[in-house]
């Protein structure tokens, strides 16, 4: 597996093209997962990514609580293109709860105020894997950088990218 900083060469200008590569090699023994599916396309990244890899399994959770989303239409443009993304229609609070699976990708990317992005990372990150990947978007928001920045002791091998439309996404690799 190439590591973090190799993988910089592979970044082009937009975050759902880091998305993909990241899920090319995210690791089979964990799973790749989504906090924020959304319907702008990112799962779709996700599962390809991992279709041209390892075929780590993909799970996205969302409460479809932002206006324009809906899990009828991320259903529909996964089956257009052949992918499947396994989702869990609820609140990640409701989520974490459940959740049991180790984590190869832990893409952050729900509700991106300091207190929800905090937890979001807390409740997930026990379950991040040896080597396995942190995603936040978004981080150049305020509070998804103070998140960053607080939880960055954590953290190795970190690099941050901005994407074409100014909208951040950072990621690194778990000690
Ligand atoms: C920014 S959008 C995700 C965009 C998507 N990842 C993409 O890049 O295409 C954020 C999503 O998080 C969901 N969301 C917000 N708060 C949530 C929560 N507490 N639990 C689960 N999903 C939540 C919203 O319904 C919305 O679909």
Redo the contacts with the bound molecule.
Sequence with gaps: MPNTLSLTQYIQDHY?KTLHELAKVASPSGVIL??????????VWICSGAAEGTNCPVYG??????EG?SVLQVLDSMKDRGYSENLLV????NAHRIWNCPISLL?I????SYE?CYNDFQWFYPSVIHDGFIVF?DSEQQEVKRVIKEVSEFLCDDVEMLDADGRGCYFAKKK
Excluded: P, Q
């Design positions: 759902c989504e906090l924020g599916v959304g319907s702008w396309g990112s799962g959770i969302d409460n479809f609580s932002m989303t609820m609140s990640t609070y893409f990317d729900a509700d991106h929800a978007h």
